[in-house]
């Protein structure tokens, strides 16, 4: 599974916005021979985490408006990304940029499939609110699921 | 944005672009005279200075590292350095060179991000390094692998890139062995191979002719191109202790910002980072940095802010090379830290973050408990000087369309690599001709 990468977006100190890292843990434990990757979603970083991989997952906070706890995949490429915020602060290049600059580098994965979770609170402290915390375990089957039916 | 008879006309940026932080400009022009120029920086107060103060003398390398995700280092070190003032100690030795190589490791994912990903895409009229990639992607290749350089080095003493955690007052908690920094070192000598190379193509690049004259200050060392420590000092005579710092800079408010402006008592606004930093110090570079930055056209100081492309490249190459030598010199210390006791007092420390220089003040009780905080970026010190430089280029270029005259002066702001967040205490630009 080396050709495989999981990614876990966001900040851990910012309520659901955590559920990226607490799922690619969870995933880490089920399937220890995948790299897995914590990152605050800086672009060049994601650019590197998943430059010359097959399949790459990342797991964020989607915010879409459905009620919190609803489950997103999206597959880079196929589904549709917001643009990337362009010529916007630096502080603002996450995934979508680096989605942009992989493309524009060949650095890109085969298959990118985004998985996330509708938030339901950002606020400050550490911890998952009640609809991100009882999707969480489905979230992470599917992630498992599909990584292994990828290397099956 | 508005379009008002030539006579009159309001310029408004409502989000600069490519800044670290976000912020606004607005430009007022009647009878072909710039009236008012004005950076506002509109992220929120962010009360550091405040929750710092009945906090544990350990707590800010921790806790100001997170004011920036870009240079946290420069935190942790003005903040370590100035604790340790307050408490009588000096750190020296490896743990003084563990320190250095650190920031090394910062200036180099710092002015790398910069180069390729805010200030070169203007040098090409393009609007992103995404763009950039499209049209020269060597460059940016070399910048990923040039950053990624920086941050494992971050890794390697900081314990992870962005707000590292091996940091403590009075040296680290976990300090390498020398085989682990001679492992680093190839990877060193390709940075400094790929740094010699950004060097060439920034000094490629087509310059505006335009010179600044505010006066420069930065921090000198009696051997090293200052990054960690040093006097203050400044291109109109000024040579001062780090702990003078209160009785020659003052902060003040104004009221479309929320970053604290700052000027020099005895006269006016000044500016820090690189083209200060260089032009204060340009005959301690290291050898190879200073035969580079010959090679491309920079003499012994700099005026100019488009060329702080340059001198960012030149430094970068240069803290390539003390960091070798710092990797090839490197003896493990007996301790990770040396040890320290609370006691009352004010300390003051002052560093060369990638912005410029950045000082911190504490004062602690008996028991080491933080009874005040006053911490001042290089963006909130370089404001006016920014503005300054904006009112001349609008001055000078009231003919362009305001389009035209938008783009330039987001690019006169860029020339400085605002940190906005460091400085809240950032741009959209509004041009007002009436």
């Known amino acids: ?152 | 944005m508005t379009h008002e008879p030539k006579s009159s006309r309001t310029l408004a940026t409502e989000a600069l672009a490519r800044v670290e932080g976000e912020g606004a400009m607005r430009v007022q022009i009647h009878d072909g005279r710039v009236q008012e120029i004005q950076l506002n920086i509109y992220e929120p107060p962010r009360f550091f200075e405040g929750f710092l103060r009945g906090r544990h003398y350990q707590e800010p390398p921790d806790i100001t590292a997170r004011i920036c995700g870009i240079c946290p280092v420069a935190y942790q070190m003005s903040a370590c350095r100035a604790i340790e003032d307050a408490l009588s100690v000096q750190v020296d030795g490896p743990l003084r060179e563990l320190r250095r190589l650190l920031y090394c490791g910062e200036w180099i994912q710092s002015h790398t991000l910069h180069i390729h990903f805010l200030h070169l895409p203007d040098f090409f009229g393009l609007d992103s390094a995404v763009e950039l990639a499209a049209t020269n992607r060597p460059a940016v290749e070399r910048a990923l692998e040039l950053k990624k350089i920086g941050n494992e080095l971050l890794e390697l003493i900081g314990g992870r890139a962005i707000h590292p955690i091996n940091v403590k007052v009075g040296g680290f908690y976990r300090v390498p062995s020398r085989r682990e920094l001679l492992a680093f070192r190839p990877k060193l000598e390709q940075a400094r191979e790929m740094a010699a190379e950004v060097v060439l193509l920034v000094a490629g690049l087509d310059f505006p002719d335009l010179e600044v004259s505010h006066e420069f200050v930065a921090l000198r060392h009696p051997e090293e191109y200052a990054i960690l420590d040093g006097g203050i000092v400044s291109d109109a005579g000024l040579a001062i202790a780090e702990a003078e710092f209160p009785d020659h800079f003052e902060e003040l408010q104004v009221e479309h910002s929320t970053a604290l402006h700052a000027r020099i008592r005895e006269r006016a606004n000044y500016l820090v980072g690189p083209l200060a930093r260089y032009s204060l110090n340009s005959d301690r570079l290291h050898p190879e940095a200073a035969a580079a930055a010959r090679a491309a056209g920079l003499g012994p100081t700099c005026r100019s802010p488009f060329r702080s492309i340059v001198v960012r490249a030149v430094e970068t190459l240069d803290v390539c090379e003390v960091a070798l030598e710092i990797v090839d010199a490197y003896e493990a210390p007996d301790a990770p830290a040396i040890t320290v006791e609370p006691r009352a007092g004010t300390g003051h420390g002052a560093t060369e973050a990638p912005r410029g220089l950045l000082y911190h003040r504490y004062s602690l009780d008996h028991d080491g408990i933080i009874a005040d905080a006053v911490i001042t970026p290089p963006t909130s010190q370089n404001q006016a000087s920014i503005e300054d430089d904006l009112a001349r280029f609008v001055s000078l270029n009231l003919d362009l369309s305001d389009d035209e005259l938008r783009r330039g002066a987001e690019v006169a702001i860029r020339n400085h690599d605002p940190c906005i967040s460091c400085a809240t205490h950032f741009l959209d630009l509004t041009v007002d001709r009436s």
């Open chain 1, 1 to 152: 599974m080396s050709d495989v990468v999981v990614i876990g977006l966001g900040n851990p100190f910012r309520r659901d916005d955590g559920l990226g890292h607490a799922a690619a843990a969870a995933v880490a434990d089920r399937l220890p021979a995948t790299t897995v990757v914590l990152l605050d979603g800086e672009a060049t970083r994601l650019v590197d985490a998943w430059a010359g991989k097959r399949l790459a997952v990342v797991i964020d906070a989607v915010s879409t408006g459905d009620p919190p706890g609803t489950l997103h995949r999206i597959e880079v490429g196929v589904d549709t990304l917001p643009d990337p915020p362009a010529g916007r602060s630096t502080h603002g290049a996450g995934l979508a940029t680096a989605v942009a600059l992989g493309r524009a580098l060949g650095r890109n994965p085969e298959l990118l499939v985004v998985y996330g979770v509708e938030p339901g609170d950002f606020s400050d402290g550490r911890g998952l609110g009640p609809s991100v915390r009882n999707a969480l375990a489905q979230l992470v089957e599917r992630i498992v699921t599909e990584v292994q039916a990828s290397c099956a």
